[in-house]
Every structure is written in C-alpha cells, then in structure tokens.
C-alpha cells in the first residue's frame, strides 16, 4: 500500500468490487425491480377465444373430417370489456427495455464513483496528505464524460425519428441556450459574478510571458474568443441534451402524481401501483 498509495488501492478495490457484484447486485436494477413498477400481462389465447365466444378450436383430424383445412384468425374488438392483469417487474422483463444494459452499468458507475469520493474526501480530512493527487476528482470527470455519451444516444434516438417532430424541438433548445449563453457573457461581471473575467485575466498572465518569446502574440485574443465560443457551444449542446428529455420526466411525473392524488403517501416514497406498465 505504500507504493501503490492509498487512493490506488482503493480504486483498484472499488473496479474489481463493481465487475464482481454487477451480475449479483445492482442499485440500477434494484431501483427498476423492487416491486414499485408492474408491467401488464399477454393475455392468453382461451381468455381471447372466451372473450369472442368462441369455443375451443378442434384437433387437426376433427377439421380435416368436416372439411376444414384451416381455421380463419382470431380477433377481438377493441371494445371488448377486457382487464388486464399486471404483475411486478423482473429482471428478465426489464432487460428487452432498450439502452437498460447501459442504464444498469452508469447507475452502478455512479455509485461506486460516489463512494470513492466519500471516501477520498474523509481520507484528506482526517490525514491531509499534500503530495497525493485526488483520484476522486478522475472518478467525477468519468461520470460527467459517461452521462454526456448518454445524453448522446438518447438524442441521436431523437434524430433519427422521421415524425413526431423531437429533431426541431431539440435544435430549437440548442440555438436558443447558445443565444442564452452568449448574452450571459456580454452581462458585465460586477452583476452576475460568474468569475469569468478573473480567470481570463489569470490565463493571460499566465500565458502572455511563454508566447511573448515564441513571438504568438496574436494568439492571446484568439484563446480568449475560443475560451468564450466553447463555453457558449457547452451550454448549448447541455439545453439540447437535457431540456427535451427533462420535460418529458417532468409530465411521467406529473402523470404519476395526478394517478395517486388520493394517497400522498405513496406520492413521497413510490411509484404508484400500476403506473409505468409495459
């Protein structure tokens, strides 16, 4: 431990821990799979044919000895007074929902990055060593650079929809936070303090000595334009990548509390009964 460090050690511990339990235990699963969502039942094809009025269809020689080589399909009414039954959501269930794999493997992600900053964070407070880097901070970065390869799949799922108009909806999100962000730089810092400037400032310092020798001076302005440009297009994939799909969570869960207005105890701790079926 003492050549590896601490902080090694225990990411090492927590990879092998997360490729370990994965199969046997998972929070993402965990959350999909506690009892709390129900997805409906197939009815079975007696419920149907009882249903029509149909009675059971007969053995092959008994339609061959009537005369009938084969029977017409069965069909049932829209209208037709049915309830179906629901039961609990499995495992087995959830892993046809598309991108669940990926969903599993990023909510575990998480959990685990979560701990190891916990942990790094107690390990600096009672120790403070001030020569180990904070692995916790490479951890962080790893699920922000994830959730954004995320965001990425559901939205090209949104652009590759011929109707339903998510496309438009998106590229008007994505040019209206880039004109949000733009306006926001050109707010004077004395009013929303956002700490860009300083930190311009501090960049060129910081900069201006090592070209001033290399003889790039005219790239000074240049890094200041692409620092402000990237900040801009940053907020603006962000508008597109999460309002979309923020206001669409938003109406799941205004259904979900509109169907359990009469128990507001199940509105704080579950998903109501029924709801999200599949």
Same mark, same amino acid.
């Given at each position: ?19 370990? %339990? ?8 965990? %959350? ?16 149907? !044919? ?7 269809? !007969?053995?092959?020689? +008994? ?44 909510? +575990? ?46 939205? !090209? ?59 790039? +001076? ?6 200041? %334009? ?21 206001? !669409?969570?938003?109406?799941?869960? %205004? ?24």
């Amino acid at each position: 431990m003492a050549v590896l460090g601490v902080q090694l050690v225990v990411t090492l511990l927590t990879a092998t821990l997360m490729h370990r %339990l994965a199969p046997h235990c998972s929070f993402a699963r965990w %959350l999909l799979c506690n009892g709390s969502l129900f997805r409906y039942k197939h009815p079975t094809e007696e419920e149907l !044919r009882a249903l029509e009025g149909k009675p059971k269809p !007969r053995g092959r020689k +008994d339609r061959w000895a009537n005369g009938y080589s084969e029977e017409k399909p069965l069909s049932v009414p829209r209208d037709a007074p049915f309830q179906l039954e629901t039961c609990p959501l499995t495992a087995v269930d959830a892993l046809v929902l598309r991108f669940f794999l990926e969903y599993q493997w990023f909510v +575990d992600f998480a959990v685990y990055s979560g701990g190891v900053y916990v942990f790094t964070e107690a390990y600096y407070y009672v120790l403070g060593p001030a020569k180990e880097t904070n692995i916790a901070v490479f951890w962080a970065l790893l699920t922000v650079a994830f959730s954004v390869k995320m965001f990425l799949m559901v939205t !090209r799922l949104y652009f590759s929809a011929e109707e339903g108009g998510e496309r438009s909806v998106c590229l008007t999100f994505a040019f209206l936070f880039l004109l949000l962000a733009m306006l926001v730089q050109v707010v004077q810092e004395e009013t929303l303090e956002l700490g860009l400037e300083p930190g311009l400032a501090s960049m060129t310092q910081s900069l201006e000595p090592l070209l001033k020798t290399q003889g790039w +001076d005219w790239a000074l302005p240049l890094a200041k %334009l692409a620092i402000r440009l990237g900040l801009a297009f940053v907020g603006s994939m962000l508008g597109a990548f999460l309002t979309f799909p923020g206001l !669409r969570l938003a109406q799941t869960h %205004l259904d979900a509390l509109t169907m359990s207005e009469d128990r507001p105890m199940l509105q704080l701790c579950r998903v109501p009964d029924g709801w999200g079926g599949i």
